[in-house]
């Protein structure tokens, strides 16, 4: 099925243009060449066109007004909006065509807003039913030309990816200009990103330095108190005996002997 061939995007784009392309470049004839673009035009799972605009056969054989040109720029750059315009220029379309425009139209869109509302869907495609427009949404989806979800309570599609359409010669300075400004907030966002991790980097860093501080301040002070708690504690106890040795001694010296306590020598 033609929704997994697109699951490669731009890649698969190329692969199914390859063909068309070798049509091309092999028409010998003004009217070959139309119906070799009118069979790119038509392959359903086909949606970029610019290699073939800028074909040198297309070149050789048709004029930049012929309605073969003019239909390869608007499936290339146009919406639905420009058909509905100028259907003069481009003639009845295909129903198949009609459809494929609209998807067209559909990633034109999308690659503007990330948040559209069913209202302006609805009148860019000019489609009055919801399911019809959703139908439509759900196939793009399924095709990977976008990404997003429908907000059926909003009525919104929130868009989230929107595949790269084909760009006129006149739009690619400002496309340049949307590349560089894009680069330069890359820049600034990533110098940001840098700060923040230095900041938190050295915040961390001080933190740590900070607990093994701390733990080496408590772990000195618990080895100063033990050391002193153990010298103090020496001392103490070497002067207690000491003083108590002394008293003992006295004690010892100034006691009476038996037998003579409390009276004097007799004379004889």
């Not at 048709?62 to 909006?81: M, Q, W």
């Not at 790269?164 to 739009?171: H, Q, S």
């Not at 690619?172 to 820049?187: A, E, G, M, S």
């Not at 103490?236 to 009276?263: L, V, Y």
Request: overall charge neutral; aromatic content about 6%.
């Amino acid at each position: 099925p033609f929704s997994l061939r697109f699951s490669a995007k731009m890649g698969v784009q190329e692969d199914l243009l390859a063909p068309h392309l070798a049509a091309v470049a092999a028409a010998a004839s003004k009217e070959n060449l139309e119906r070799c673009i009118q069979h790119a035009l038509e392959d359903p799972g086909l949606f970029v066109f610019g290699e073939i605009l800028e074909h040198v056969k297309v070149k050789e054989f048709l004029s930049p007004e012929s309605p073969a040109v003019a239909l390869l720029k608007l499936f290339c750059y146009g919406t639905f909006t420009d058909y509905i315009g100028n259907i003069s220029t481009y003639g009845e379309l295909q129903s198949s065509l009609i459809t494929k425009l609209k998807k067209l139209t559909l990633v034109t869109l999308s690659s503007r807003e990330k948040k559209i509302s069913y209202d302006l869907l609805q009148e860019q495609l000019r489609i009055t039913d919801l399911r019809e427009l959703e139908d439509l949404i759900i196939e793009c989806v399924y095709q990977d030309l976008i990404r997003g979800k429908i907000n059926q309570q909003c009525n919104l599609l929130e868009v989230e990816y929107a595949m790269g359409r084909d760009v006129r010669a006149e739009n690619i300075d400002d496309l340049l200009r949307v590349l560089k400004k894009w680069k330069n907030n890359t820049v600034t966002l990533m110098d940001t990103i840098k700060a923040q991790l230095d900041e938190s980097t050295a915040v961390h860093e001080g933190a740590a330095k900070a607990r093994a501080d701390h733990k080496a301040a408590v772990d000195e002070t618990m080895a100063s108190l033990q050391t002193s708690s153990q010298t103090g504690f020496g001392c103490k106890t070497s002067s207690s005996s000491r003083f108590g040795g002394e008293r003992h001694s006295k004690r010892r010296a100034t006691r009476p002997r038996k037998g003579q306590q409390g009276h004097e020598p007799m004379d004889t």
